[in-house]
């Protein structure tokens, strides 16, 4: 089923656009007549130019060494940031020689999530995949539990010669105790197979616990029968994630100061003071539920598409989602999906409950996020991976200037709206490209922050073709 998203012809349209798109700080924008959407062009995956999955070690790996240390560890933050950074300890333990013992799972952070490892993980897969690189055991020999550990916080985005440099602590200590496990290693510079077990552990070792996956599948295979296709949704617009950020755009005043006394009593969040319209002009506030309504409506998806949303409580609930289910009243969230019975063991459980979030956006024919957060970098990293599934980022610091000009209604939602956001979003589907470097102009330790992540695109380590075109999304 076509969807006709723009109907004008002619100069006048394009006078009209290159008027609206005045003041835009990106480049790339052009005007001219978008036809109509094919279902292809809604659903289908990029051209992937023949990339697929490659994580086999090279000729040279060798076996792991038992030498009788230990590697202990804290996963800090939320399910995803656990995940990226237990497979970054798998390589720090492969680096310094060491056995890792199962990690202990983080049970203080915003969720106070009590889940262990083997909750959320399949334990035995975790082990016995990683077998011939890694040794890894459920709990330190009874002997080693008292003995006294050196204990570490390993420094962000490292590379190879800080860990070979750091098994300088065996000479007095047989256990080290890592207090974070996140962003633990560079996200370029490494060597092929480095890089490649960190696909290993993230895509192959790390597989949610039977009771997870075999809920999470279910849940698909229910949402593929309601209509066969759906979008998943990461809609970044919890409590949490507004403070943090100090986005308040459409909230009322109450909302906001509720926002602003949360981040000022959360003691671990460095940055009180936020000029929230400065973060939003500068394109690091999540979209609102209203915005990425409009969003998916230009980009051309029908009223009657099925949107599923993975991500926890909406801040306001029905109150900010109501102008969203106008253009898309098809709308489902866990509870609707699953039955009350299948989601009671995971009441209180947020890691787990996100784990279901995962699976069904990884498996979704559409995948979107109103925000590049953990979860939103790692199902898109994933999905590239599997090949390069369609993932349509938006271009978060552009849109505003058409959102405000649509509020402001210098700019209506029809056909020329659609014509500029299709045009700024052609080559945001999630297509195959090298990971990206550092940002320009930034100095020092500081530039890592700002490359692109290693879990949110693993190309070209991971991710192999023997064509040597790639295009460029």
Not at 258 to 263: F, G, V
């Amino acid at each position: 089923m076509g969807v006709v998203v723009v109907m004008s012809l002619g100069s006048a349209v394009c006078i009209s656009c290159v008027k609206i798109l005045e003041g835009f700080s990106g480049g790339g924008i052009s005007c001219g007549v978008v036809g109509e959407v094919s279902d292809g062009q809604l659903w289908d995956a990029p051209l992937s130019y023949g990339f697929h999955p490659c994580v086999k070690p090279s000729p040279k790996y060798k076996g792991p060494q038992e030498l009788g240390r230990y590697i202990t560890v804290r996963s800090n933050g939320g399910l995803n940031q656990m995940r990226t950074g237990i497979s970054d300890m798998i390589v720090v333990a492969r680096i310094m020689n060491a056995t890792l013992v199962i990690p202990q799972l983080d049970k203080k952070s915003f969720w106070r999530d009590s889940s262990a490892f083997s909750d959320i993980f399949d334990e035995f897969h975790f082990i016995t995949t990683l077998q011939e690189d890694v040794r890894i055991v459920k709990e330190l020999p009874k002997e080693l539990e008292s003995v006294p550990r050196a204990r570490k916080h390993f420094t962000s985005w490292a590379g190879m010669s800080y860990y070979e440099e750091m098994t300088q602590l065996w000479n007095d200590h047989q256990v080290i105790h890592v207090a974070k496990s996140d962003s633990r290693l560079a996200n370029n510079d490494l060597p092929l197979d480095i890089q490649r077990l960190r696909c290993r552990a993230l895509y192959h070792a790390l597989r949610f616990s039977t009771p997870i996956e075999d809920l999470g599948k279910k849940l698909v295979e229910r949402l593929r029968s309601h209509g066969g296709k759906y979008i998943a949704l990461h809609l970044r617009y919890e409590k949490d994630m507004l403070s943090f950020t100090g986005c308040t755009y459409g909230l009322t005043d109450a909302e906001a100061e509720e926002l602003r006394i949360m981040r000022e009593n959360t003691n671990h969040w460095k940055i009180k003071k936020i000029d929230s319209v400065e973060q939003r002009v500068g394109g690091f506030c999540p979209l609102t539920p209203k915005e990425v309504g409009i969003f998916l409506r230009a980009l051309g998806y029908p009223q009657s598409t099925l949107i599923y949303i993975a991500s926890g409580e909406i801040y306001g609930g029905s109150t900010h989602l109501s102008e969203f289910k106008t253009r898309f009243p098809n709308l489902v969230f866990k509870d609707i999906v699953a039955t009350p019975e299948e989601l009671k063991g995971l009441a209180n459980h947020a890691s787990q409950t996100a784990a279901l979030d995962y699976i069904i956006s990884v498996e979704s024919d559409v995948f979107v996020s109103s925000y590049s957060g953990n979860m939103a970098r790692a199902v898109e990293g994933h999905r590239r991976f599997l090949g390069h599934r369609k993932t349509i980022t938006p271009d978060r610091k552009n849109l505003v200037d058409v959102f405000d000009k649509v509020e402001r209604g210098e700019l209506n939602e029809g056909s020329l709206l659609s014509s500029i956001v299709t045009r700024m979003h052609a080559n945001r589907q999630g297509g195959p490209r090298k990971r990206g470097g550092s940002l320009p102009g930034v100095k020092g330790r500081g530039r890592f922050r700002t490359e692109e992540s290693f879990y949110e695109n693993p190309y070209p380590e991971c991710i192999c073709s023997s064509k040597k075109h790639v295009q460029r999304t």
